[in-house]
């Protein structure tokens, strides 16, 4: 059983386009981001979702545009598509109260925009 | 702004040898918590050992211990015993509580070790 499930796992698309990446946790976490790696493996939080409320919004283009249907899922919208968008995506889950026991991490989709 | 160094871009370390990856630390805040992060070819994020900033005691998980030193804002992480299976990129992470209340991470740029047979 995957505790934090991405999909799809790879995606390349061309500049433009619009996509979306699903993420879905079955590990009963009530909070689940988005973070951001890029091709220097840099790590950054995009987005954080607590019981389907927006709870941390980073500097982030309103081209992506996060949404949270329930609290195991997590998704991730992009609009017209830009080279530089990409990047490998992780999405994550832990629970609020725990969250300082770390996180459980998707196993990342590669986006590649060309 | 809180900010984490790995000043190792990259490590190699014999089989059955005993590797020590650095990570220093910047912030204003007393309490905290700093994690290591272990991401295999497989690009999995698998958390490796946390420390609580207010525990002395260094933290450890079978070959996997840190040395953390508080007032040096230091937080090593010593790989006892080195196997094949180790070679990965490893992130250091510090997390902070932000102003909405809830917590996130600040990555290093992380040591890419790999493990020779």
């Known amino acids: 059983d995957t505790a934090v499930s991405q999909t799809p796992k790879y995606l390349v698309t061309q500049m433009g386009n619009d996509k979306s990446i699903k993420c879905e946790q079955n590990?009963?976490?009530?909070?689940m981001y988005w973070y951001k790696q890029d091709s220097k493996k840099f790590l950054k939080i995009m987005f954080s979702?607590?019981?389907?409320?927006?709870?941390i919004n980073e500097t982030v283009p309103n081209r992506f545009s996060p949404k949270s249907p329930d609290k195991a899922h997590l998704n991730l919208h992009i609009n017209s598509l830009e080279l530089g968008d990409s990047a490998v995506y992780f999405c994550?889950?832990?629970?609020?109260?725990?969250?300082?026991?770390?996180?459980?991490f998707g196993s990342g989709t590669r986006l590649t925009v060309v | 702004a809180q900010t984490v160094t790995q000043s190792q871009p990259e490590m190699s370390v014999q089989e059955a040898e005993t590797v020590t990856l650095s990570c220093t630390y910047d912030?204003?805040?007393?309490?905290?918590?700093l994690f290591w992060y272990k991401q295999p070819p497989s690009r999995q994020m698998i958390l490796v050992i946390r420390?609580?900033?207010?525990?002395?005691q260094n933290a450890t998980e079978n070959r996997f211990s840190v040395n953390f030193q508080k007032a040096a804002k230091s937080f090593s992480l010593k790989i006892s015993d080195s196997q094949l299976g180790d070679t990965a990129m490893y992130f250091c992470?510090?997390?902070?509580?932000?102003?909405?209340?809830?917590?996130?991470?600040?990555f290093g740029t992380g040591t890419r070790l790999k493990v020779l047979a």
């Open positions: 994550a889950s832990s629970h609020v109260y725990g969250q300082r026991y770390g996180y459980t």
């Open positions: 590990l009963g976490h009530d909070t």
């Open positions: 979702y607590n019981n389907k409320e927006l709870i």
């Open positions: 912030t204003s805040e007393s309490n905290y918590y």
């Open positions: 420390q609580e900033a207010y525990k002395q």
């Open positions: 992470a510090f997390m902070k509580l932000t102003t909405s209340g809830t917590y996130k991470y600040i």
